[in-house]
Structures are given as structure tokens and as C-alpha cells.
């Protein structure tokens, strides 16, 4: 383990195959990182006190914080992290308590709180807030604080989800040759 990955309470998170955890970054505690995962500089993700998964080639990018609910007596069952494969989030970005699905675009300094599910193929524009327990279906740009439903998704957007995550998978692959 390094200093940058961390255990908690003995739990220590789990790397899938060629992941990229930036040294300034930190990952902590009951956390699973799939396959060609990447963990950008100054990024936090604090599975402490609930479980964080992330799927497949999904980017974490720089300053971004990843967190849960406990559980308690507010909310017996807390809320974990859980996030899809082939998911692009953006730089500062907060996630807190959410469900992610497959490809998804949270674009840059976007926040989705507690019990928001956001189903996949979903952009999220950059600056907005999903607010605790709303639904994001498949198909949509949503943007706005609180976040609106705008518009279905163009064919090319559609297509830009593997794009995207291939492109980050392919960069983590150059700073992991680099250690």
C-alpha cells in the first residue's frame, strides 16, 4: 500500500488490473476500483464509514471528492457510492451517496448528492446539482442547479462515452509507463 491508498479499520480498497491512483491523490478504506480505473491528482475517495465501488475504465479527474452516507438513526441503510463502467467525471466534482450508471458524463464542478440515481448514458453539465433521491433517466442532458432535464442526446454524444473513456484509459497507460 502506498500512501496515496489506504487502509481503514483493516479494510484496504481493492485495484482492479492497470489502475492509475495519482500519487496527490488519496484512496481510503472500503473502496473496489475496476479495471483501467484512473484516481486524478487531489481527488479523494473516502469509502470510511460505506462502500465506494467504481466500474471499468472510469476517470476520477483532479479535485474531485467521492464520499457516502453512514448509516444511522436519519437513514438506516446509509448510502454507498456506487459508480458504472466507461464513466467520465469531471475535474471537481462531488459525489456523495449516489448511484452512477454506464456511461455518463458529470461535467466539470458538478455536484450529485444522497439517493440520486443517475441511469446511464446521462451528461450532466458542467456546474450542476443533483439534489438528494432525483432520478436522471438514460438518454438526456441535464443541466442547471437543481438539474433539468434539457434535451435527448444527439447520436455523436451518444458515441463520445467510449470515446472519452478510452481516451483517459489510454493517458493513465502513459503516466503508469512513466512510474
Known sequence: MTNSIRALRGIEPKLGERVYVDP????????ELGDDVSVWPCTV???????????ARTS?????????????PFNPDGWPLTIGEDVTIGHGVTLHGCTIGNQVLIGIGSTVLDGAVVEDKVVIGAGSLVPP???????????????????????????FFTYTAGNYVRLKDEYLAAE
Not at 475517495?45 to 466500474?55: F, K, L, S
Open 133 to 159: 433521491g432525483k432520478r436522471l433517466v438514460s438518454g438526456y442532458l441535464y443541466m442547471g442547479s437543481p438539474v433539468e432535464q434539457r434535451r435527448p442526446l444527439k447520436e455523436k454524444e451518444l458515441n
Open 24 to 31: 496527490a491523490a488519496v484512496v481510503i478504506g472500503d473502496v
Open 45 to 55: 475517495v473516502r469509502g470510511d464509514m460505506h462502500r465506494i465501488r467504481i466500474g
Open 60 to 72: 476520477v479527474q483532479d479535485n474531485s471528492t467521492l464520499h457516502i452516507t453512514h448509516a444511522g
